[in-house]
């Protein structure tokens, strides 16, 4: 008769199954996986918090910023929204940056600029203290000198900006649709200036491109649309000529 512990020294000298082992080396790969993947992570970190530069951060962090502010139009300034392809100047009513002059939602004119020389992305306020100037007839001039602004504050929002441009988009009203039918798509117009009186586009395009400043060949480039949420008014295409023809 056979005793339990000579049954069990028998299991012990056959060893693992195959399935057994397949099993366990499955786990193992799992394991080591997660470990190079923690380690590599944990690498990168190091390496970006060392060198006190993250690309991808620096974009992101801009697009927010104006992404807030843009969506805090003052439509009632809609005749002042004007801008270029490195520079856009709006009316909002948002938290100042500039915390030392106040910390509640007010008024202000905000300009986002490139500066090519430095490879910087600046951003300007200034609280508007007398009321706006009105939309003026065609023949008059706006009078900006009724425009009173103060505490103005300039910051850098991204450093090391090798390409910045902005787009003013239009999206012209189709002629002659039929209502009872569905419309064909039309192809939005990109303009790389915007003048006062034109009133708010249908969207704003933003490219930014970061720079590594000790690796050149480490950028972060992004594109970004931001549609108009204030009121804007669909022009058709001739109207539209007649408004982008006085732009010289």
Do not use: C
């Not at 002042?80 to 007010?106: H, Y």
């Amino acid at each position: 008769m056979r005793t339990g512990t000579q049954q069990s020294g028998r299991r012990l000298r056959q060893g693992f199954t195959l399935a057994e082992l397949l099993v366990a080396t499955t786990l193992l790969s799992i394991v080591m996986s997660s470990v190079y993947f923690l380690f590599n992570t944990s690498l990168k970190t190091w390496r970006t918090v060392e060198s006190g530069f993250d690309a991808h951060l620096e974009a992101r962090a801009f697009m927010s910023i104006f992404s807030h502010e843009y969506g805090n139009l003052v439509e009632r300034a809609n005749h002042l929204f004007e801008g270029k392809d490195d520079t856009i100047t709006m009316f909002v009513i948002a938290q100042p940056e500039n915390l030392a002059a106040g910390q509640s939602r007010r008024l202000m004119r905000v300009e986002y600029s490139y500066n090519r020389g430095k490879n910087e992305v600046i951003r300007e306020e200034a609280f508007v203290e007398a009321g706006l100037p009105p939309r003026p007839s065609e023949a008059h001039e706006i009078k900006q000198e009724r425009m009173k602004l103060s505490k103005k504050h300039r910051t850098v929002l991204v450093n090391n900006a090798t390409a910045f441009n902005i787009r003013y988009v239009w999206v012209p009203l189709r002629e002659n649709w039929d209502p009872k039918t569905p419309p064909d798509p039309v192809p939005p117009i990109y303009m790389d200036v915007h003048k006062q009186r034109w009133g708010f586009p249908q969207a704003v395009e933003i490219t930014l491109e970061v720079t590594n400043p000790k690796d050149p060949s480490d950028k972060y480039s992004v594109t970004s649309t931001f549609p108009m949420r204030a009121s804007t008014t669909r022009l058709l295409p001739a109207f539209l000529d007649l408004l982008f023809g006085s732009k010289s």
